[in-house]
């Protein structure tokens, strides 16, 4: 059996690389003795990718990008380098040259836009007692509130910043679709998924925070594409 690359999994707003807990513990029984997560900083498109790919190439092998929400523009932008081997979407955005995350989700109004609000600072954040039904309704309350409460934060002008060269476009894909999520319009993954040419979509009853309710199933996707 080939040897299994090294895995990068990326997370989006309102979450760091504790997003991934409990898929890393099921990749980790899958006998994937490489893991990584990157603790992006959610200031600008260029900030995260470039911390990306400073992470992608401390590797010496072949690497699978995994994205998360906005981990997905991230992995769009950084996955072009020449070991990243493929992209796992997790209800994640998967933007064309020039898209951000805004234009690439105009007419896919998802409820929970209506629960985010920027501070004095121009960071936009979740309200905390929006933050159970907008991001995680398949969740338990004590794991939403804590997500909630330490929720990172992103500068909100990251919302315009459009990718460059997406990889997509070179690199084999897969992609999860949440069905019940309330940030990305599932329709809009849907679409997503269908344009990049996924080579495995799998859709889960589950709302944006799959990488948490869902692990099992998410683990076996990364287990699949990494194969």
């Not at 906005?70 to 769009?76: D, H, L, P």
């Not at 209506?114 to 954040?125: E, F, R, V």
């Not at 309350?141 to 929720?151: I, K, N, P, R, S």
């Not at 990305?184 to 993954?189: E, G, K, L, M, V």
Request: with cysteine.
């Amino acid at each position: 059996m080939a040897e299994k690359p090294t895995v990068v999994l990326v997370h989006g707003f309102w979450g760091g690389a504790a997003h991934w807990a409990k898929v890393i513990v099921e990749l980790d029984k899958r006998g994937f003795g490489a893991l990584h997560a990157v603790e992006n900083p959610l200031t600008s498109l260029a900030d995260d990718a470039a911390r990306t790919r400073q992470m992608v190439q401390q590797v010496d092998g072949p690497v699978l990008l995994v994205g998360h929400s906005y981990g997905g523009a991230v992995i769009t932008e950084a996955g072009t380098l020449p070991n990243v081997t493929g992209l796992v979407y997790v209800a994640a955005f998967a933007p064309d040259a020039g898209e951000s995350l805004a234009t690439v989700s105009e007419g896919h109004d998802a409820p929970g836009g209506a629960n985010i609000a920027p501070d004095s600072d121009g960071y936009l954040w979740i309200a905390q007692d929006k933050f159970h039904e907008s991001f995680c309704q398949d969740l338990p309350e004590d794991e939403a509130l804590v997500m909630a409460v330490t929720q990172k934060a992103p500068v909100g002008s990251t919302f315009g910043d459009p990718v460059t060269d997406p990889a997509w476009k070179s690199k084999p894909s897969w992609y999860q679709v949440s069905a019940q999520d309330r940030m990305i319009a599932p329709d809009n993954q849907r679409r997503m998924a269908a344009r990049i040419g996924a080579r495995e979509t799998i859709e889960l009853e589950s709302g944006h925070a799959s990488l948490a309710s869902q692990p099992v199933a998410i683990a076996e996707l990364i287990e699949r594409a990494a194969g």
